[in-house]
């Protein structure tokens, strides 16, 4: 079989999306009897039906799914790619694809990020949340410009990255006010059996944080273990345990969550890296995060 009529796997695709061959056409500003006469020729092609009625509505057979399942992989690609460019070209700026490890915290990535969208020359950004070994496969195959990260990549990975720290910020506890006040006297004696929020073991702060319990002696009552960090915020508002953050955010953290700080674990320290597949940083959005992080957010106190 030769490669199938993307056009026509086009209009299959929006079909299902749109739950019906009016409403597709409607989309995609054609006839019904067009989008029909389209479908007619893939399912020749392909040799089966793509869709049935059930009810009102169109869905997929068996073998429909299977193609769909295709589809879903190969066009939102092409809408993300004609959004981006339209974006740059109707505001005349420049486009950067990054990619976030879901263990980087919101208001980290916001302070890294927000520099890139002011200015006179703003970048255009498109931004993908995900674990760091998707983002790294997607790095590789150039979908992806930078990806930020708690971690670096390893020098025996196999995988040629390049690591660029944007900087390193101690550790302070945090909890809803009640709580904070109750643990703040004896810290870190008091963490002994006070519910803990903490990352999964996905994260290398985890690993840096179980190291700093360890050795402080003390061992907390975790009572949930949430890859968001933006989650892990949320469950400390409301009271639900005690859990750690960056003290480069401390100011958004206290004013948008209404917490308080415990106190600090002296010695343990969050790390965040930019990675590329250049060496030298070349890509001009890549050099604005550096030298804007390493400069304001993550700068030493002086």
């Not at 690591?163 to 101690?170: I, T």
């Not at 907390?220 to 400390?236: C, W, Y």
């Not at 030298?280 to 804007?292: D, F, G, L, N």
């Amino acid at each position: 079989m030769r490669h199938p009529n993307y056009n026509h796997l086009l209009y299959f695709w929006i079909v299902v999306r749109e739950g019906g061959v009016s409403r597709a056409a409607e989309a995609l500003n054609i006839t019904p009897q067009t989008v029909s006469g389209q479908m007619k020729q893939l399912e020749e092609q392909l040799q089966g039906a793509l869709l049935e009625r059930q009810g009102r509505r169109l869905v997929p057979t068996e073998l429909g799914r299977i193609v769909y399942a295709y589809a879903e992989q190969i066009f939102p690609h092409g809408v993300e790619l004609m959004s981006v460019l339209r974006g740059a070209r109707t505001r005349g700026r420049r486009s950067v694809t990054i990619g976030v490890a879901d263990a980087v915290p919101k208001l980290v990535t916001f302070r890294v990020l927000e520099p890139l969208m002011r200015g006179d020359s703003p970048f255009h950004i498109a931004c993908h949340e995900g674990p760091l070994p998707d983002l790294l496969a997607d790095l590789a195959a150039h979908r992806l410009d930078i990806v930020l990260s708690t971690s670096a990549v390893p020098t025996d990975s196999g995988f040629k990255a390049f690591n660029h720290l944007l900087g390193e910020s101690e550790i302070g506890f945090f909890a809803a006010r009640p709580l904070a006040n109750r643990l703040r006297r004896s810290f870190p004696k008091s963490l002994q059996d006070a519910p803990l929020i903490v990352p999964t073991d996905r994260s290398a702060n985890r690993r840096v944080l179980d190291d700093w319990l360890e050795a402080a002696g003390v061992v907390p009552r975790i009572v949930g273990e949430l890859d968001d960090s933006a989650l892990i915020k949320t469950f400390g508002q409301h009271g639900t345990g005690v859990f750690a953050a960056p003290l480069a955010i401390e100011p958004e953290i206290v004013r948008q969550s209404g917490v308080a700080r415990i106190g600090v674990a002296h010695g343990m320290k969050a790390r965040f890296y930019a990675i590329s597949t250049e060496r030298r940083i070349k890509h001009p959005a890549v050099a604005a995060i550096t030298e804007q992080a390493r400069s304001g957010l993550f700068a030493a106190p002086g």
